[in-house]
C-alpha cells in the first residue's frame, strides 16, 4: 500500500524571482545536471506535498484579484481566489528536485474545485497541495495536484489541478478526462488586451513567460503570449457566480491556447445539474475552455 508523502512547509513569502530561477534552471543544459537542479527519475517518484499554514485572504489582495477577473467586491473570496493561495505551492512541488518533471514545459490541461462553504475576506487557511505519481496519457504524463484549504480544522475548498507533461508516457491505460457535452456557442465578445497576462501575474505569481511578452512566449513555442487559464476560468465563473450556491462544484477543461491581444466568446447555459459554459473562437467556434458545475 502506498504512504502518503511527508508534508514540506512553505515557510517565508512565496514566489518572487527565486521561484523562477527554480523553474527554468532544469531545462538549463549543463546546469540541469547539477546537485540540488538536477531532477530525479519519474520511474521512482511516487508523490510530494507542501503546505502553508495561516494563510490570511488579505482584503487587498483579493480586491486586486476580482478586479482583474471581473468579480464584485464582497466580503467573501471569489470562488477561484484560494488558486491563488495554492499556486505558491505548486511551484514549490515542480521546483523541488524531487519532483521528476522541469516546471517550464508543464501544460495545465484540467482545474476542478469544490468549495464546501464560502470563505470570508480575512480567514485564516492552511493549505496544503500534494501529487502523486503520473498516471498515463496519449501524449506523455499527466500529474494532479491536489489542494485542501482548511479552516477551523474544516476543509471548506478543494482542487484538483492537471498537469500534462508531453513525452515518455508510463505504464496503464489513460482514463478519460472531464468531458462537457454539447457546449453552448456563441454569445457575448470579450476583447481581451495585450497586457491580460501581465495583469493576471501580478495578482497571481504565476510570472510563466509564456503569458507575459511575444518574446517571452515565442522562446518556449507560442508565437505571442496567451492568457493564463486560471483566468479564462476565472472570469467564466465571475460571469454566473451570483446564480451558483455556496457549495459548487466547477470543472473545467483548457483547450486551444488564447492568444492576446485577441476575442473570444463566451457563453453559459442553465442545466438540470448546474450550468455550463464555454470559451470559444468567434471566428470557428473552436473551444478554448469547457465548463460546467453542479451543486457540492
Known amino acids: 500500500m502506498a504512504t502518503a508523502p511527508e508534508v514540506r512547509q512553505l515557510t517565508g513569502e512565496p514566489g518572487g524571482l527565486t521561484t523562477l530561477l527554480r523553474a527554468a534552471l532544469p531545462v538549463v543544459p549543463g546546469v540541469n545536471r547539477l546537485p540540488g537542479v538536477r531532477k530525479g527519475s519519474a520511474r521512482d517518484f511516487s508523490g510530494l506535498a507542501y503546505a502553508r499554514e495561516a494563510v490570511v485572504a488579505e482584503r487587498g ?68 497541495t ?19 484549504v482548511v479552516a477551523g480544522g474544516e476543509t471548506v475548498w478543494e482542487s484538483t489541478s492537471t498537469y500534462l507533461r508531453r513525452g515518455r508516457s508510463v505504464d496503464g491505460d489513460p482514463a478519460p478526462g472531464i468531458e462537457v457535452l454539447d457546449p453552448p456557442v456563441g454569445g457575448v465578445e470579450w476583447r481581451l488586451p495585450a497586457g491580460l497576462g501581465r495583469t493576471y501575474a501580478a495578482v497571481s505569481g504565476d510570472a510563466n513567460p509564456i503569458h507575459l511578452y511575444p518574446v517571452t512566449a515565442r522562446a518556449l513555442g507560442f508565437r505571442r503570449q496567451i492568457a493564463h487559464g486560471m483566468w479564462t476560468k476565472a472570469r467564466s465563473i465571475a460571469a454566473i457566480e451570483n446564480r451558483l450556491p455556496a457549495a459548487v462544484t466547477a470543472e473545467v477543461a483548457f483547450r486551444k491556447p488564447v492568444f492576446l491581444p485577441g476575442t473570444v466568446a463566451y457563453a453559459a447555459r442553465r442545466d438540470d445539474a448546474g450550468w455550463t459554459f464555454a470559451v470559444t473562437s468567434p471566428r470557428d467556434g473552436a473551444p478554448h475552455l469547457l465548463g460546467r458545475t453542479r451543486p457540492a
Not at 524531487?98 to 485564516?124: D, K, L
Not at 500534494?130 to 485542501?148: E, I, M, N
Open 61 to 128: 489582495r483579493v480586491d486586486a484579484y476580482a478586479a482583474v477577473c471581473g468579480f464584485p467586491r464582497r466580503d467573501v473570496v471569489p470562488l477561484t481566489y484560494p488558486h491563488m493561495l495554492a499556486f505558491p505551492l505548486h511551484m514549490a512541488i515542480m521546483g523541488d528536485p524531487a519532483f521528476p518533471y522541469p516546471a517550464i514545459g508543464m501544460v495545465h490541461v484540467e482545474n476542478a474545485i469544490t468549495a464546501h462553504r464560502a470563505i470570508g475576506v480575512g480567514e485564516s487557511l492552511d493549505v496544503t
Open 130 to 148: 500534494s501529487v502523486g505519481a503520473p498516471r498515463p496519457h496519449a501524449k506523455g504524463v499527466l500529474l494532479d495536484f491536489v489542494t485542501a
